[in-house]
């Protein structure tokens, strides 16, 4: 293989420096350069060796960051700068719209807690899975059913949208999102969800208790009421009593 191509390669390269290249495009500058010597295994070693001459970073498989081989810059920097980047990459290439950030991700953004969790929860219609959006950092999947039915659709109108850098995401709003939170709750395992919980119901003027009631009625969260009219009546005993009405009209009382 001419070392040329190389040398070529390196200065297109060049250009997107700072940013991510996906493999394809990578593969469609190479097939340029080559022409009709291009191969994908010729592809693959030339990109074997930019990553090795510190010309890229691997960050995902098929996604890097170009870099200067003298910049300094650690996996963990780059996950910080462009997360969001590759997650709205991953929910629109697999699920287009049909999806939203849900329970403590979407609280904590309602907060502006923009910071990156180990794994960000993501309601949609189609499947139940755990994958890797970048290093160690996972989506999980999830899906609102009961009895066959899907449930998505129904919580599309109780979502909103937030700007995270120039991505846009849609996120459960408020009231969704607390009953959310309180789905798979665990008082003993689970102590961030709850503190947090517990700081916005202190402050319930921003909650809207119609909105609580008309998800309530979808039939889907009489668990999640409960545990939070348990951390009502510690936090605020004025909500407490409107949760303890919608309870009594809407859902059931429940140990919980």
Same mark, same amino acid.
């Given at each position: 293989?001419?070392?040329?191509?190389?040398?070529?390669?390196?200065?297109?390269?060049?250009?997107?420096?700072?940013?991510?290249?996906?493999?394809?495009?990578?593969?469609?500058?190479?097939?340029?350069?080559?022409?009709?010597?291009?191969?994908?295994?010729?592809?693959?070693?030339?990109?074997?060796?930019?990553? +090795?001459?510190?010309?890229?970073?691997?960050?995902?498989? &098929?996604?890097?960051?170009?870099?200067?081989?003298?910049?300094?810059?650690?996996?963990?920097? *780059?996950?910080?700068?462009?997360?969001?980047? *590759?997650?709205?990459?991953?929910?629109?290439?697999?699920?287009? =719209?049909?999806?939203?950030?849900?329970?403590? =991700?979407?609280? &904590?953004?309602?907060? +502006?807690?923009?910071?990156?969790?180990?794994? *960000?929860?993501?309601?949609?219609?189609?499947?139940?899975?755990?994958?890797?959006?970048?290093?160690?950092?996972?989506?999980?999947?999830?899906?609102?059913?009961?009895?066959?039915?899907?449930?998505?659709? =129904?919580?599309?109108?109780?979502? $909103?949208?937030?700007?995270?850098?120039?991505?846009?995401?849609?996120?459960?709003?408020?009231?969704?999102?607390?009953?959310?939170?309180?789905? +798979?709750?665990?008082?003993?395992?689970?102590?961030? $969800?709850?503190?947090?919980?517990?700081?916005?119901?202190?402050?319930?003027?921003?909650?809207?208790?119609?909105?609580?009631?008309? *998800?309530?009625?979808?039939?889907?969260?009489?668990?999640?009421?409960?545990?939070?009219? =348990?951390?009502?009546? &510690?936090?605020?005993?004025?909500?407490?009593?409107?949760?303890?009405?919608?309870?009594?009209?809407?859902?059931?009382?429940?140990?919980?």
């Amino acid at each position: 293989m001419r070392n040329s191509y190389l040398q070529d390669l390196i200065k297109k390269i060049i250009k997107k420096q700072w940013k991510l290249i996906y493999s394809t495009e990578l593969k469609k500058m190479i097939s340029t350069l080559m022409k009709n010597s291009y191969t994908d295994t010729k592809a693959y070693k030339l990109i074997y060796y930019l990553k +090795n001459r510190w010309h890229l970073i691997s960050i995902k498989k &098929e996604i890097f960051y170009v870099k200067s081989p003298d910049e300094n810059i650690s996996e963990e920097d *780059i996950i910080d700068v462009r997360y969001r980047k *590759i997650l709205h990459g991953h929910c629109k290439k697999s699920y287009n =719209k049909a999806r939203y950030i849900w329970a403590l =991700k979407a609280l &904590e953004l309602h907060y +502006n807690n923009f910071s990156i969790p180990e794994t *960000i929860l993501v309601i949609n219609q189609k499947k139940q899975s755990k994958e890797m959006v970048v290093a160690t950092k996972a989506i999980q999947f999830k899906k609102y059913t009961a009895k066959g039915e899907n449930y998505r659709s =129904k919580f599309k109108k109780y979502t $909103t949208k937030i700007k995270m850098g120039k991505y846009s995401f849609s996120i459960a709003n408020k009231e969704l999102a607390l009953l959310e939170c309180m789905y +798979n709750h665990d008082d003993l395992l689970d102590s961030q $969800t709850r503190n947090l919980v517990k700081k916005v119901i202190k402050r319930s003027s921003h909650l809207d208790t119609d909105t609580i009631t008309k *998800i309530i009625k979808l039939g889907k969260h009489h668990t999640s009421i409960n545990r939070l009219y =348990k951390i009502a009546k &510690e936090a605020n005993k004025t909500f407490a009593s409107q949760l303890h009405e919608i309870i009594k009209r809407y859902s059931f009382f429940l140990d919980v």
